[in-house]
């Protein structure tokens, strides 16, 4: 009997831990998405500019690359003060485009093929992605 009220006390802590944990990480999905609402409806429009472009262009790095190192820089261009969404199998950020339309950011990646989209939101709600493939491994010897 002993034996019994302990598994079911063991088994009920689990799934008590297991729905928290599943609680916490749809609030913390639900935050970062209202903050990257809050930033985009708050940001100051800027005036369209005649080097404005409407494309999305990934400069770093190149699709179907190969690296040892679990943390690449993902850069490119955009439209000018756009919201640029960067999310990897294990990683997500939010940042904004510069005047010029530049972006920057560092991202971690695990290992094997990581498939990193790149999304681009503007002023008025117009969304450009990109995808690309990256290849991380310790085991790639350099040439």
Do not use: C, H
Not at 36 to 63: G, K, Y
Not at 71 to 76: F, K, L, N
Request: aromatic share 4%.
């Amino acid at each position: 009997m002993r034996k019994e009220v302990l598994v079911a006390i063991i088994l009920g802590s689990l799934l008590g831990l297991a729905i928290a944990f599943g609680a916490w990480r749809a609030n913390d999905l639900l935050t970062s998405k209202k903050l990257a609402a809050i930033t985009t409806s708050n940001s100051i429009t800027p005036a369209p500019t005649a080097s404005a472009t409407n494309d999305l262009v990934v400069t770093q790095p190149e699709d179907e690359s190969l690296t040892q190192t679990d943390t690449i820089s993902v850069e490119g261009k955009t439209t000018p003060g756009a919201t640029v969404i960067i999310t990897t199998p294990v990683y997500e950020t939010i940042t904004l485009a510069d005047a010029g339309g530049k972006f920057s950011m560092s991202v971690k990646l695990e290992s094997g093929a990581n498939t990193i989209l790149v999304t681009s939101i503007d002023d008025n709600n117009n969304s450009l992605e990109k995808e690309i493939t990256v290849t991380y491994s310790s085991e790639f010897k350099t040439q």
